[in-house]
């Protein structure tokens, strides 16, 4: 694969580009702007779980929990818990003083609309609803959990940033479907939305709270006090990497959430920017087929697509030749992860030729059916990725139908369960966060309990045996047997492809600091001078 010869262009002049269409504002204080990864097409981070849906939440609501920069949960609405009646219980305590942004008081009975409302989408919801007898709100500041039988991960569940149990108030969470988006935007984050500046493909605005009461401690990821430090955060959605780059070098934009990684080392030497890894776990890159609609729902076909694919070349496409930005092989475990282990994994380290991927389509009994993949061009990550597996998929004489779209069509079109003449799909690409491969635990788009499942939907028991089987493990040694049989499985029944891990670094102005590292690029502690 040729990669895209940028570097010139962008080291050159700056560009010739239209300017941002954009609401006029009056005398409005010096913003940071942000440059996302992609356009933001839905507000509603239960609806999706598209990571510039998860950025924007992060700056607009707030959880129960937070997760630290090592991914230890911590309290961030609650004060803190008790844990009583042999662990059957949890009570949790509403700090004081928290306002929505409407005005009006955080109340305990807000939450628990909002948890209901989460469990009825999340793929931990199984999980969850199989331990917990109620949830209750005895009074306006607390929330207790009533539990069938112990849940010692239950704060771990809570503080999930992908698809995140956002508090909203009760009319919102217990009026809205938690199939269809929220329209109203109310959350009690440390910045607010400014819906009548928003224009989808081009610009998002936010306004500190000046009502938002941080924590009185560090900030490290998104636990601790999210002290806002910005009157003003402004997103401004440029899917050209190389005219981001430049309106970077220019003074326009103030931070590149993801640039072009051949662009780096010339933004690295260019006076007043920075670089650096920001995203300390990177994201997983992965395939999600579809297992409802046919040929994809064969697992003989979907093993055969998986065996076409050589991770290194995926990956080396994405990130480039600098191993320090990538690693693969990988399994369903992140490689560096203590839950990392070899089961399955002669797959992946092994080239699958040509003629012996043919063979396993023709015992999988593949007939030329059409492959419907979605390919986001205005992601360079999944653009990257998409352009070597489906060049992969023709080369074994897979009949893709490569539809060329953007992100935003993508995260609408594939909650979809449509047959594919229909408008349904087979494939998308996506980039699950790195947390989620830890570990069982949080392995959104691995769970495998069907309609409850993330988009595809796939249907595995013995996976989801051993998904059940880690969560109530009594020590190490049963927890780390669930975690071979978990990978097995996954190798068996192939929930997702995935095509390695990538590192991306990021870029700044030098005078924009106290960036938080993390999983999403977050706004609290960050100054610009």
């Known amino acids: ?44 981070p239960v609806w999706t779980t598209a990571t510039v849906t998860r950025n924007f939440a992060l700056m607009v609501y707030d959880m129960l929990y937070g997760r630290d920069q090592a991914f230890v949960p911590c309290p961030q609405m609650v004060e803190g818990h008790v844990i009583d009646d042999d662990a059957r219980r949890w009570t949790m305590k509403l700090r004081d003083g928290l306002i929505w942004h409407d005005g009006t008081p955080v109340l305990a009975r807000d939450c628990v609309a909002s948890l209901r409302r989460w469990l009825q989408r999340d793929s931990a919801a ?5 331990r917990v007898d109620a949830i209750e709100a005895p009074d306006d500041r607390t929330l207790v959990w009533r539990l069938r039988k112990p849940l010692a991960l239950l704060a771990h569940f809570l503080s999930k ?144 697509m998986f065996a076409a694919i050589d991770q290194h070349e995926v990956m080396v496409a994405t990130m480039g030749d600098d191993p320090n930005t990538w690693r693969a092989p990988m399994g369903y475990f992140l490689p560096s992860s203590g839950s990392a282990n070899d089961a399955g994994m002669d797959f992946v380290r092994k080239r699958h030729s040509i003629d012996q991927v043919k063979r396993m389509l023709d015992q999988a009994n593949y007939g030329g059916e059409k492959i419907v993949f979605l390919h986001p061009t205005d992601q360079l990550a999944y653009n990257a990725f998409s352009t070597v597996v489906v060049d992969a998929f023709h080369k074994v004489g897979l009949a893709v139908d490569e539809q060329m ?26 980039g699950a966060p ?26 595995d028991p013995a996976l989801e045996a051993a998904y059940e089987g880690w ?56 100054r610009k001078a």
């Open 161 to 304: 940033v992908q698809p995140q149990p956002v508090m909203m108030p009760e009319r919102i969470a217990a009026s809205v479907d938690p199939f269809k988006q929220v329209t109203e935007i109310v959350g009690s984050g440390p910045f607010r939305f400014r819906p009548k500046e928003y224009v989808s493909g081009s610009f998002v605005a936010f306004e500190r709270f000046d009502r938002y009461k941080p924590r009185n401690e560090p900030a490290s990821y998104t636990a601790g006090g999210h002290q806002v430090l910005l009157d003003r955060v402004e997103w401004h959605v440029i899917p050209d990497s190389a005219t981001a780059a430049s309106a970077l070098i220019a003074g326009e934009v103030d931070w590149l959430e993801l640039p072009q990684p051949d662009l780096i080392p010339m933004l690295r030497q260019r006076a007043g920017i920075d670089t650096g890894l920001l995203d300390l776990y990177g994201t997983v890159a992965i395939l999600r087929p579809n297992h409802l609609n046919p040929p994809t729902s064969n697992v003989g076909v979907r093993r055969a």
């Open 434 to 459: 790195g947390p989620e491969y830890v570990d069982p635990l949080l392995a959104n788009t691995l769970r495998s309990n069907g309609s409850k499942a993330w988009f595809g939907w796939p249907d």
């Open 126 to 130: 199984t999980t969850i609803n199989q």
């Open 1 to 44: 694969m040729q990669r895209r010869a940028l570097m010139a262009a962008a080291g050159a002049a700056v560009l010739t580009r239209p300017m941002l269409a954009r609401p006029a504002l009056a005398l409005a204080p010096k913003p940071l702007i942000f440059v996302p990864q992609a356009n933001l097409t839905s507000l509603d």
């Open 471 to 526: 969560i109530d493990a009594p020590n190490q040694a049963e927890r780390r047997r669930q975690e071979i049989a978990f990978q097995a499985a996954a190798f068996t029944s192939v929930p997702s492809i995935p095509l390695g891990q990538y590192l991306p670094h990021a870029a700044w102005r030098s005078n924009v600091t106290g960036l938080v590292k993390g999983s999403a690029p977050v706004f609290w502690g960050a």
């Open 405 to 430: 779209t953007d992100w935003g069509t993508v995260v609408q079109r594939r909650p979809s369960k449509a047959p594919l003449d229909k408008g349904g799909w087979s494939m998308f690409p996506a």
